[in-house]
């Protein structure tokens, strides 16, 4: 089992559609996680954080699920802006390794 | 003004010659990183130093040699460059070692004839 996997896509979905994505992790000493986002050409930024609890920042939803080994992110009412690269990194203390997952390609249509 | 610099923005050379990318970053992080993003999108951590001192050394050919004068500024020299070298460097920081967010640069294409 790869260390980070993500479903490459890419995700066609409309504009004003909710689209969510998943990311699976193996280790699991992992202990933070994190969204980040990658236009074409670009250098990958940080979308936002995951916490145990879940966390929502506007349209953007992250949930973290450990029993499982994953961590999802939901996009509500999307828009032509939110066409990007969506990088899952997962961290794992103690050893420092960051690992970062190929990320899924989401293209949101007109 | 702009936070992680890395120069030069592109990079086309012939196989066998040396080459380095120079990055800088003004953010006062302690930690520094260079990835490696091949055709297939795939970020790779390769090193990291925080404060100067290698903290990740992924399995990465000698061929590359990263060097840190100081915390500010994270340097990749690649020796004998290959068409397998052919990819998008990218330079990252972030304030401490292994938190996060991590601040990339803009990257490096480099391209192997």
């Known amino acids: 089992r790869k260390e980070v996997e993500q479903d490459p896509g890419p995700f066609n979905v409309p504009e004003g559609a909710t689209v969510a994505f998943n990311c699976t992790y193996s280790n699991s000493a992992s202990q933070s996680f994190f969204w980040y986002r990658q236009d074409c050409r670009k250098e990958p930024k940080l979308l936002m954080s995951v916490y145990s609890s879940g966390n929502e920042d506007g349209r953007f939803t992250a949930q973290l699920n450990r029993a499982s080994q994953y961590i999802s992110l939901l996009i509500r009412d999307s828009k032509l802006s939110d066409s990007a690269t969506y990088l899952c990194?997962?961290?794992?203390?103690?050893?420092?390794?960051?690992?970062f997952g190929k990320g899924t390609r989401l293209h949101i249509l007109p | 003004d702009t936070a992680v610099s890395q120069t030069p923005k592109y990079l086309v050379t012939q196989m066998g010659n040396d080459k380095s990318i120079k990055c800088e970053q003004n953010l006062g992080h302690d930690t520094m990183y260079w990835y490696k993003q091949d055709s297939k999108k795939f970020l790779k951590i390769m090193f990291s130093?925080?404060?100067?001192?290698?903290?990740i050394n992924e399995t990465v050919p000698n061929r590359f040699s990263p060097k840190s004068p100081d915390k500010a500024h994270l340097n990749l020299h690649i020796n004998s460059l290959e068409l397998g070298d052919s990819a998008v460097y990218f330079c990252a920081s972030s304030l401490r070692q292994g938190t996060q967010p991590q601040h990339f640069g803009d990257g490096t294409r480099l391209s192997i004839l």
């Open positions: 990194v997962v961290n794992s203390w103690g050893d420092d390794k960051i690992i």
């Open positions: 130093y925080n404060n100067k001192e290698l903290i």
